[in-house]
């Protein structure tokens, strides 16, 4: 089937699961027609009305009032040229004028999907697997070439959209703003949905109607922030996790971003994503080209969950480039909340020992191997063994982990500096900062220079020295602070406004020479906790570190706050110490242990100073783990019961042949005289019988849809959870 047909000026894009319209209208003005459900055909039912709009200016030599870019739906738009809306890109020419107006010139249709110079993006592994439309565009006045890139997947409900804007004049010219994506869709009720948070409390789900004005979620922070993660959800009023049209937007980057939503004077929404305009300011030189990162668009009439497994393929399938993509990830352990920075190869090893004896596939060592780094006021920056404490080098750790059988891993932060280094003292202009002001200090570190390749090279230069000569099997990437005094040495005046974008240019530069160097090494992201957990990151590494916090109770809504757009596989979770280092509160071991097995489990405590019931109930879940691991990570992941509404919790993993099912339930708080709770699956096979390996009770998939479970046993106590597993037996 072919996934793209033009007639008459009209674009459709359909997969036979979506379909995706725009046009050219009057005047050249590139128009939105249609986001939604697959059509077969388009009949032109949504040609933009004419009607005279007061005070809605008319194209240039129009004779007649009746078309407005005012209020015609757009897919991009420019500014000061008579649409009064959120421009989508704003250049600053060399005369002052940010005048802006974009006009169709022509279109090509190309098989599989360009790849995006120096930027994250999701990819094809054949060209029939998707076509992409190349809408090429531009402003005479200033020539400037807009170029728009639609990809549609032949078998996802998903749309790729990203543009790239060149310089043709024979001068520079400054893009003050320029969006990766705009939509313009037509009067409607809607809600829109994202992920704020905080430090330890990361993507916790809000939803909001949306009003009249403008709605903005942005990070001016440098990353992608533990505070307002690259992910918007519009969908309408009555939609749930299994019902309603939901149109899911995420940004392919790491650093400052902005999701735009304006509801204009007649009712119409315009949407729009891209890097934030914050201090951005980038100097485009004649010839020179600007790519935007690519946005990420599904739509589904299936509810949140059906918008959710559309992320979660894509993403796993076709953003994630490394071999650990679609493996079993391992079990680790790490020492940081067990030590913290006061450690010795002798104490490492009893941890080795313990965490070998039961059953841990992974020891990572944490924070403190390097420099002379016994707090944090120091060595960040100096990449090379602390042989006061480990005498024997890292050789002498990692042979010791892998002797046991176990894998080793090693932490880095790679970007920031402490004042008390080597390289500080070498090169204190490696720094961010603005001259004869003081630095922000946050956490007793500075920001390195990553928008300059000679700052990027010396990182990776050290990095390449350990790695080279220690076998490392997994790498923990921690950023451990926000961007401030965002100023570089080396560049012109005029220039300074590219620096924030650069450095995520040069992060990215640094993470693709290194994964490609070392392929075999499981990368994993961090960012004080879930500071950086996006899409660009996921690109290069496959699974993050959502959250420092591992109390099992504020994880629920952060596990399942982080799966509305991620997936599990991504999504580290450790059985942390009770009780918990952050909040104090204390957990049994089943708890913790179930929350932790509904993501990427890990342990993060001493488990040789472990009393001998919590160490066989760490056996107990490791074996259990080990068995359900891939339904878990890989499985059809579906919300039952959310944290942010109810006492209860529940999730559940399908199997994508519907034949093993495993159910998590959780009570936060209990009471007296418990009600009776009552669960319905979702997502199962209804002419299959499923049987309840403990009970070995069976029960049809239409019996355990519609009529549903009890929980058993009744909860008696805080903070409990119970796991039920299913299978078909005869298959």
């Known amino acids: 089937m072919n996934l793209i047909e033009v007639k008459e000026n009209v674009f459709h894009l359909h997969n036979g699961l979506i379909s995706y319209i725009l046009s050219v209208e009057n005047g050249g003005l590139l128009a939105h027609l249609y986001f939604g459900k697959y059509v077969n055909q388009y009949h032109g039912e949504r040609h933009y009305p004419r009607m005279d709009r007061s005070h809605s200016g008319n194209l240039p030599g129009a004779t007649d009032r009746l078309f407005s870019k005012d209020t015609l739906l757009q897919e991009y738009s420019g500014n000061n040229t008579g649409d009064n809306r959120l421009p989508a890109c704003v250049i600053r020419t060399a005369n002052g004028a940010r005048t802006v107006d974009f006009r169709y010139v022509g279109y090509q249709i190309i098989n599989g999907k360009p790849n995006i110079s120096g930027l994250p993006h999701a990819y094809v592994e054949n060209d029939q697997e998707a076509q992409t439309l190349v809408v090429t565009m531009r402003d005479a006045t200033i020539d400037a070439k807009l170029v728009l890139?639609?990809?549609?997947?032949?078998?996802?409900?998903?749309?790729?959209?990203?543009?790239?804007?060149?310089?043709?004049?024979?001068?520079?010219?400054?893009?003050?703003?320029?969006?990766?994506?705009?939509?313009?869709?037509?009067?409607?009720?809607?809600?829109?949905?994202?992920?704020?948070?905080?430090?330890?409390?990361?993507?916790?789900?809000?939803r909001q109607p949306l009003r009249r004005g403008l709605t903005q979620f942005e990070s001016q922070r440098g990353s992608s922030s533990h505070h307002m993660n690259p992910f918007v959800a519009l969908v309408a009023p009555n939609t749930n996790e299994f019902d309603g049209e939901a149109l899911g937007v995420m940004l392919v980057y790491s650093g400052n971003h902005q999701m735009s939503l304006e509801s204009d004077q007649v009712h119409q929404t315009r949407l729009m994503a891209g890097i934030s305009d914050y201090n951005f300011d980038w100097q485009l030189a004649e010839g020179a080209t600007f790519a935007a990162p690519e946005v990420l668009m599904t739509y589904t009439d299936h509810g949140l969950n059906g918008m959710s497994q559309a992320f979660h393929s894509l993403l796993r399938e076709r953003v994630a480039?490394?071999?650990?993509?679609?493996?079993?990830?391992?079990?680790?352990?790490?020492?940081?909340?067990?030590?913290?920075?006061?450690?010795?190869?002798?104490?490492?090893?009893?941890?080795?020992?313990?965490a070998a004896s039961c059953n841990i596939e992974m020891f990572v060592l944490d924070d403190g191997w390097f420099g002379h780094r016994d707090n944090d006021k120091t060595s960040l920056g100096d990449w090379f063994v602390n042989t006061k404490k480990l005498p024997g080098g890292l050789e002498e750790v990692a042979d010791?982990?892998?002797?046991?059988?176990?894998?080793?891993?090693?932490?880095?932060?790679?970007?920031?500096?402490?004042?008390?280094?080597?390289?500080?003292?070498?090169?204190?202009?490696?720094?961010?900062?603005?001259?004869?002001?003081?630095?922000?200090?946050?956490?007793?570190?500075?920001?390195?220079?990553?928008?300059?390749?000679?700052?990027?090279?010396?990182?990776?230069?050290?990095?390449?020295?350990?790695?080279?000569?220690?076998?490392?099997?997994?790498?923990?990437?921690?950023?451990?602070?926000?961007?401030?005094?965002?100023?570089?040495?080396?560049?012109?005046?005029?220039?300074?406004?590219?620096?924030?974008?650069?450095?995520?240019?040069?992060?990215?530069?640094?993470?693709?020479?290194?994964?490609?160097?070392?392929?075999?090494?499981?990368?994993?992201?961090?960012s004080g906790g879930g500071g950086r957990f996006d899409a660009g990151i996921?690109?290069?590494?496959?699974?993050?570190?959502?959250?420092?916090?591992?109390?099992?109770?504020?994880?629920?809504?952060?596990?399942?706050?982080?799966?509305?757009?991620?997936?599990?596989?991504?999504i580290t979770a450790h059985v942390g110490t009770s009780p918990d280092e952050l909040l104090g509160r204390y957990t049994s071991m089943d708890m913790r242990g179930a929350v932790a097995a509904s993501g990427t489990l890990g342990y993060e405590l001493d488990t040789s100073k472990l009393a001998k019931e919590d160490t066989d109930k760490i056996r107990e879940q490791v074996s259990f783990y080990k068995q359900h691991r891939h339904l878990i990570q890989y499985g059809n992941f579906y919300r039952l019961e959310s944290p942010f509404e109810s006492n209860h919790v529940a999730w559940m993993f399908v199997s994508p042949d519907q034949n093993e099912v495993l159910l998590f339930n959780f009570v936060v708080l209990s009471q007296i005289q418990n009600d009776f709770h009552l669960t319905k699956l979702i997502g199962l096979d209804a002419n299959k019988q499923y049987t309840d390996t403990e009970s070995q009770m069976q029960f049809g998939g239409d019996e355990l849809m519609n009529v549903g479970l009890y929980d058993q046993p009744i909860q008696s106590s805080d903070f409990s959870a119970d796991i039920r597993y299913f299978i078909v037996k005869n298959k």
């Open 149 to 206: 890139y639609y990809t549609i997947y032949r078998d996802r409900p998903v749309i790729t959209r990203h543009v790239e804007l060149k310089n043709e004049s024979s001068s520079s010219f400054s893009i003050e703003k320029i969006a990766s994506m705009q939509m313009d869709l037509p009067k409607q009720n809607l809600d829109v949905i994202s992920l704020p948070g905080s430090y330890a409390r990361e993507r916790q789900i809000e």
């Open 321 to 354: 480039t490394s071999k650990h993509k679609l493996t079993d990830r391992p079990i680790v352990i790490n020492n940081w909340e067990a030590t913290y920075f006061d450690f010795n190869t002798a104490k490492l090893k009893q941890i080795i020992d313990s």
């Open 538 to 570: 996921m690109y290069y590494m496959p699974q993050s570190w959502p959250s420092d916090n591992n109390d099992p109770i504020e994880r629920l809504k952060i596990q399942y706050g982080t799966s509305l757009a991620y997936p599990i596989s991504a």
């Open 400 to 526: 010791y982990t892998h002797d046991k059988g176990m894998q080793f891993g090693l932490w880095f932060e790679p970007e920031c500096i402490s004042e008390d280094s080597d390289l500080y003292r070498q090169h204190p202009d490696y720094v961010l900062g603005v001259p004869n002001r003081g630095r922000t200090i946050s956490r007793d570190e500075y920001v390195l220079d990553f928008s300059r390749p000679e700052v990027v090279d010396n990182i990776y230069q050290q990095m390449t020295k350990i790695l080279d000569h220690v076998s490392v099997d997994y790498i923990k990437w921690d950023f451990n602070r926000n961007l401030t005094e965002v100023f570089s040495n080396t560049v012109t005046p005029e220039h300074e406004g590219e620096t924030t974008h650069r450095y995520v240019l040069g992060l990215y530069s640094l993470m693709e020479k290194l994964t490609k160097r070392y392929p075999d090494i499981l990368f994993e992201g961090c």
